[in-house]
């Protein structure tokens, strides 16, 4: 079984925590709020390099979700990438670690074999921290190319709940549903249940959702307006709950809709915030 480091940070007053392993793509595997679990993790998968880990919550970069066919066009030439881009699978380095005000900053440079699959030069800074018993996650996107750089980042994480048929707080009022791939109303709650296919919030203006994770407790996120879109994904039978911000919906390198462009030498800055609520 291979070793992978783990970084804790805690926050005593608040009994709140968050751990990280900057060797499986910076990925977060625990967050605690005022002493409440609020991740889901199979282990197994995280300790198998070879599988994409069901937990925690990886980094998406620089797409989200698919491209048809695992191919996208560039400058007259066909590169290849995977599902939710290499970000999630790729060592990234420990930059910063500071205990007493509570957060590790790590950080992703472009090389050889991201170049093979994104001719792009970049640098991702990511902070993460605890404050006052919430969960933060500063990004920075930089493109060091001497061209103008695409791309449409996310996160995918997963949540433990009791209860998959939720009733959501979001001013989105309408859905992609993957299953049938048709566009819904949203009138009720949603429910994930036994679905296969995401969710797909489309037309949320507010960048802020919460939802129930217990009977007494729910969840909120907030994030910048980059992230256009929501989706909702779990699998039948698993007691989690994806709830993902991204910055476009799945081929966008393709379609070329809700790209995020950033000049040569510019820096993105965006941030993603989770906290616990009382019902």
Known sequence: MPHFSIYEVQEEKTNSWFKISPERGGIVTSIGLHGQEILYLNEETFYDETSNVRGGIPILFPICDRLENNQYQIDNEIFTMKNHGFARNMPWTVKNVDKTNKFITLELISNEDTYSQYPFHFHLIFTFE???????????????????????????????????????????????????????????????????????????????????????QSLVLKYSREFNYMTLWSEPEKEFLCVEPWMAKPNSLNTKEDIQYIKPGEILHTFLTISLKER
Do not use: R, W
């Open 130 to 216: 605890i404050c006052e018993g919430e969960f933060i996650m500063h990004q920075s996107y930089k493109n060091i190319s001497g061209k103008m750089m695409p791309f449409y980042a996310g996160f995918h994480p997963y949540f433990k709940v009791d209860n998959k048929d939720i009733a959501l707080i979001t001013d989105a009022k309408k859905y992609l549903d993957v299953n049938d791939n048709k566009v819904k109303e949203i009138d009720s709650n949603l429910d994930l249940t036994k679905t296969q296919e995401a969710l797909i919030l489309l037309d949320t203006k507010e960048p802020k959702i919460m939802f129930p994770i217990n009977p007494k």
